[in-house]
Nanobody, 115 residues
Framework: QVQLVESGGGLVQPGGSLRLSCAAS????????MYWVRQRPGKGREWVST????????SYEDSVKGRFTISRDNAKKTVYLQMNSLKSEDTAMYYC????????RGQGTQVTVSA
C-alpha cells in the first residue's frame, strides 16, 4: 500500500525557516521522481518543486526559487523541502506526491507564516 506521510510544518515568522519531510513506503521510492505541491487558502493546488529519482535534476516554481531546496534520501525513502526566507504567501498545506497528476495521498503538513 502506497503511503506518503508529510511532517515538519508549523507556525513561523516571516523570514524564518522550516524543513518539511515526506516519508514514503509501499513502492519503489528510488525509481520515482517526487514532487512537492501546496494548497493555499481559497486557491487550487499548485506545484512547488520536483526532484528526479537520482537527485540530479531539480526544479522550482518561480516564487520559491532561491528560497526553497528540495532533496531526497533514497536509503531512507524520504524527500525533503528546506524552506528559507519564508513569506506570508507561503502559508499553505504542503503535500508530496509521486506524479504531478496524482491526488495527494497523505494528510499534508500545514505551514503558517505569520508575525
Amino acid at each position: 500500500q502506497v503511503q506518503l506521510v508529510e511532517s515538519g510544518g508549523g507556525l513561523v515568522q516571516p523570514g524564518g525557516s522550516l524543513r518539511l519531510s515526506c516519508a514514503a513506503s509501499g513502492f519503489a521510492f528510488s525509481n520515482y521522481w517526487m514532487y512537492w505541491v501546496r494548497q493555499r487558502p481559497g486557491k487550487g493546488r499548485e506545484w512547488v518543486s520536483t526532484i528526479s529519482a537520482d537527485s540530479t535534476s531539480t526544479s522550482y516554481e518561480d516564487s520559491v526559487k532561491g528560497r526553497f531546496t528540495i532533496s531526497r534520501d533514497n536509503a531512507k525513502k524520504t524527500v525533503y523541502l528546506q524552506m528559507n526566507s519564508l513569506k506570508s504567501e507561503d502559508t499553505a498545506m504542503y503535500y508530496c506526491i509521486r506524479a504531478i497528476t496524482e491526488i495527494p495521498r497523505g494528510q499534508g503538513t500545514q505551514v503558517t507564516v505569520s508575525a
